[in-house]
């Protein structure tokens, strides 16, 4: 429900990090967790060894703004406009079953898929050689908060957090502004549409990576990125759990819904 983050959550990063232990420590007694994909037993974070192995990954991505490349480098739309951010990096494509997952956590309020799928991006993360100190999930307007009575990114990038040993830094920017979807929007009216919409309230680490539940047309997170720079951090990582398979110059579309 919305009330639950009607504290602070930046109050409460301690507590919580404690209590997701505990939880975890928990879940270990009832026993071995069942395969949220399939039923069958899982091995580790609610995923069986046959569909961890079988989840679609972005193999050739641009290393800048993670999008697709049809051979390794740069693409040209980094090279001509780099966006904000240093880095882009999103383990996986939005293709079946990491789109259902997401799909039933924020349409369907299945919130178990939160733990999953933090728990899968964690794991991709701590092969980083240097992780950054931080993470900042895409903060929800709250009118969206109260439609949907809870935030799916912020509470996939806890998980991702307590997978990777990172901070996770959920009230340092806020969104002040609503706006409407940006995919039907060009480049430079997302960019006005989003001017001023974030804003930071405290002091960034100096290596934080923005969080978000699909990359879509990355222009949020550049946006966020730019606030956080000016607020005085020194390198921004934009995290991801997918890019949208739709990204393309010129012709981004919204996730099919499935
Ligand atoms: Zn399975
Ligand atoms: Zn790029």
């Given at each position: 429900?919305?009330?639950?983050?009607?504290?602070?959550?930046?109050?409460?990063?301690?507590?919580?990090?404690?209590?997701?232990?505990?939880?975890?420590?928990?879940?270990?007694?009832?026993?071995?967790?069942?395969?949220?994909?399939?039923?069958?037993?899982?091995?580790?974070?609610?995923?069986?060894?046959?569909?961890?192995?079988?989840?679609?990954?972005?193999?050739?991505?641009?290393?800048?703004?993670?999008?697709?490349?049809?051979?390794?480098?740069?693409?040209?739309?980094?090279?001509?406009?780099?966006?904000?951010?240093?880095?882009?990096?999103?383990?996986?494509?939005?293709?079946?079953?990491?789109?259902?997952?997401?799909?039933?956590?924020?349409?369907?309020?299945?919130?178990?898929?939160?733990?999953?799928?933090?728990?899968?991006?964690?794991?991709?993360?701590?092969?980083?050689?240097?992780?950054?100190?931080?993470?900042?999930?895409?903060?929800l307007h709250p009118r969206r908060l109260r439609q949907?009575?809870?935030?799916?990114?912020?509470?996939?990038?806890?998980?991702?957090?307590?997978?990777?040993?990172?901070?996770?830094?959920?009230?340092?920017?806020?969104k002040?502004?609503y706006?409407?979807?940006?995919?039907?929007?060009?480049?430079?009216?997302?960019?006005?549409?989003?001017?001023?919409?974030?804003?930071?309230?405290?002091?960034?680490?100096?290596?934080?990576?923005?969080?978000?539940?699909?990359?879509?047309?990355?222009?949020?997170?550049?946006?966020?990125?730019?606030?956080?720079?000016?607020?005085?951090?020194?390198?921004?990582?934009?995290?991801?759990?997918?890019?949208?398979?739709?990204?393309?110059?010129?012709?981004?579309?919204?996730?099919?819904?499935?």
């Amino acid at each position: 429900m919305a009330t639950e983050y009607s504290v602070p959550v930046e109050m409460c990063q301690p507590n919580l990090a404690f209590f997701m232990n505990i939880w975890r420590c928990f879940d270990h007694l009832l026993g071995p967790p069942t395969c949220q994909l399939c039923g069958a037993r899982g091995l580790g974070p609610e995923i069986c060894g046959g569909c961890y192995r079988d989840l679609p990954r972005a193999r050739l991505a641009c290393p800048v703004c993670a999008g697709p490349v049809p051979v390794a480098g740069v693409c040209p739309g980094c090279v001509l406009r780099p966006p904000a951010y240093d880095r882009a990096r999103v383990p996986f494509i939005y293709g079946f079953p990491v789109n259902r997952l997401i799909h039933r956590l924020k349409y369907g309020g299945v919130r178990s898929h939160a733990r999953l799928l933090g728990e899968l991006v964690g794991r991709a993360m701590r092969r980083i050689e240097t992780l950054p100190e931080a993470i900042v999930p895409v903060p929800l307007h709250p009118r969206r908060l109260r439609q949907r009575g809870f935030d799916q990114a912020r509470d996939i990038a806890a998980f991702v957090a307590g997978a990777t040993g990172l901070r996770l830094r959920a009230g340092l920017c806020v969104k002040r502004r609503y706006t409407p979807p940006l995919w039907p929007l060009t480049a430079g009216e997302r960019r006005r549409l989003l001017e001023g919409t974030f804003e930071c309230r405290g002091q960034p680490p100096s290596r934080v990576a923005v969080f978000d539940d699909i990359l879509t047309t990355g222009a949020t997170a550049n946006a966020l990125a730019r606030i956080l720079r000016a607020a005085g951090a020194d390198e921004v990582e934009l995290w991801a759990v997918a890019r949208s398979p739709l990204i393309s110059a010129g012709s981004i579309q919204p996730p099919a819904n499935v």
